[in-house]
């Protein structure tokens, strides 16, 4: 079965600074999806960033990136000129693409918080 | 597109009662999810769907909880009878295909008292 790793519980951040938020996973699939969600305190679980196993160039939106190391099974995302904002729980999620496995899997979660 | 649509919001129950959540997922979408998040357990999968047929339910509970998805447009989880520790926010989730990320309702916070 497919785990997501969170390491970092808790990151905190000064407004208009740089943060990298961790993530690794463990599957045996060589093609599959992994996703950034945010999660403020509405609870309301947002789509932060999207990317393709089979894609080596790492995605970017806006101010969100990702470092997608296939080989070391990382995705970490970063988050540039943070903003107020951006305070909420981040999920990292792995979603498979074989038979019986198209479910998102999560990570514990970390918090950020931005200070102003 | 008004999203992923949940109801109720809320819901404050007492022990033993049947509690119903709804959920209608995006139109077109050909898969729906039902997770559960705790602050224990994060966020799990309890049941999904792929054209209104249950795939994997192998993450509900017990057999207090049963979900069906009698059409395209709308599903419901159940728990009958209800108890404290299914106190939790219960998300309902819909995708499109396989390679998506899912569009989440904002969630069911259930009290059980």
């Known amino acids: 079965a497919q785990t997501v790793t969170q390491s970092q519980p808790e990151m905190s951040v000064q407004e208009a600074e740089t943060v990298t938020l961790s993530c690794t996973y463990d599957?045996?699939?060589?093609?599959?999806?992994l996703f950034w969600y945010k999660q403020p305190p509405s609870r309301q679980m947002i789509l932060v960033i999207r990317?393709?196993?089979?894609?080596?160039q790492n995605a970017t939106e806006n101010r969100f990136s990702v470092n997608f190391q296939k080989a070391a099974k990382s995705f970490s995302l970063k988050i540039s000129d943070s903003q107020l904002g951006d305070a909420a729980m981040y999920f990292c999620?792995?979603?498979?693409?074989?038979?019986?496995?198209?479910?998102?899997?999560f990570g514990k979660g970390t918090k950020l918080s931005v200070i102003p | 597109d008004a999203g992923v649509i949940q109801s109720p919001r809320h819901e404050v129950t007492e022990m033993g009662q049947e509690v119903t959540l709804r959920c209608k997922p995006i139109?077109?979408?050909?898969?729906l999810f039902w997770y559960r998040q705790t602050m224990m357990r994060g966020l799990e999968l309890l049941i999904y769907?792929?054209?209104?047929?249950?795939?994997?339910d192998s993450g509900m509970p017990e057999d207090r909880f049963s979900a069906k998805m009698p059409n395209a447009s709308f599903s419901t989880l159940k728990i009958q009878p209800s108890e404290p520790r299914d106190s939790a926010v219960y998300f309902c989730?819909?995708?499109?295909?396989?390679?998506?990320?899912?569009?989440f309702g904002s969630g069911t916070r259930l009290t059980v008292v």
């Open positions: 989730a819909s995708s499109l295909g396989t390679g998506e990320g899912y569009t």
């Open positions: 599957t045996s699939e060589s093609d599959y999806y």
């Open positions: 990317q393709e196993a089979y894609k080596q």
């Open positions: 999620a792995y979603r498979g693409t074989g038979a019986g496995s198209y479910q998102l899997t």
């Open positions: 139109s077109g979408h050909d898969y």
């Open positions: 769907f792929n054209n209104n047929v249950p795939i994997d």
